[in-house]
């Protein structure tokens, strides 16, 4: 079975920065091209970032270029996204999964919540 298990949400201030991590298994993670997704209350889920097979591309929402980074350790079978200069806009549920939404199941997500 595939499982995701995001990690390192909570709650931080604006302007403030998280580090989230996904530990993927029951697949070959160099094999799928990944991405981050968030849901934030009453909002459909969105994807703000993706990430190719080996990492060498990357792309980002507008909302949150120039701030988040996605990365990935095929190795470890982990992907990553640190978040910085983050703003009440970015609180929500995040969530890993492949790139080709609906591929497989969702995991638990973790909460990042942003405020003062």
């Known amino acids: 079975q595939v499982h995701f298990v995001e990690s390192g949400g909570g709650l931080v201030q604006p302007g403030g920065s998280l580090m989230l991590s996904c530990a993927v298994s029951?697949?070959?993670?160099?094999?799928?091209?990944m991405a981050w997704y968030r849901q934030a209350p009453g909002k459909e889920r969105e994807q703000v970032a993706n990430i190719s097979l080996r990492g060498e591309e990357a792309h980002y929402s507008d909302s949150v270029k120039g701030r988040f980074i996605i990365a990935r350790d095929n190795a470890k079978s982990l992907v990553y996204m640190e978040m910085n200069n983050l703003n009440p806009e970015d609180t929500a549920v995040y969530f890993c999964?492949?790139?080709?939404?609906?591929?497989?199941?969702w995991g638990q997500g973790t909460q990042v919540t942003v405020s003062s």
């Open positions: 029951g697949i070959t993670l160099r094999f799928n091209s």
């Open positions: 999964n492949s790139r080709r939404r609906g591929l497989y199941p």
